[in-house]
Nanobody, 124 residues
Framework: QVQLVESGGGLVQAGSSLRLSCEAS????????MGWFRQASGKERDFVAG????????MYAASVKGRFTISRDNAKNTVYLQVNSLKPEDTAVYYC?????????????????WGQGTQVTVSP
């Protein structure tokens, strides 16, 4: 079993930055590919960014590429999502997920473990 706890969300103005964190616990969590997803009110859960177990490979949704950066510190069992130049359309609950496999994927069905989410609200 892997437990994931997100933090770092909040209410910010457009153009601001936040750093979201996801702390993982449980056996072999540090070897799993990790992903960030987001779900706006009334919409489906969308892929945002993913990182391989080693941290050597990353993947981003087109809508966030160049503004968001995913990273991980395996010594701390923590994955980060640096979100810059926030826009009102970035408003959503952001979820961290662990895949249970070392390669990154964009399909949420490929992820076995999920956190409870952290709310990010961006005002105009």
């Amino acid at each position: 079993q892997v437990q994931l706890v997100e933090s770092g969300g909040g209410l910010v103005q457009a153009g601001s930055s936040l750093r979201l964190s996801c702390e993982a616990s449980g056996r072999t969590a540090r070897s799993y590919a990790m992903g960030w997803f987001r779900q706006a009110s009334g919409k489906e859960r969308d892929f945002v960014a993913g990182i391989s177990g080693s941290g050597g490979s990353t993947m981003y949704a087109a809508s966030v590429k160049g503004r968001f950066t995913i990273s991980r510190d395996n010594a701390k069992n923590t994955v980060y999502l640096q979100v810059n130049s926030l826009k009102p359309e970035d408003t959503a609950v952001y979820y961290c997920a662990a895949r249970g496999y070392i390669l990154v994927a964009a399909d949420p069905d490929q992820y076995a473990y999920w956190g409870q989410g952290t709310q990010v609200t961006v005002s105009p």
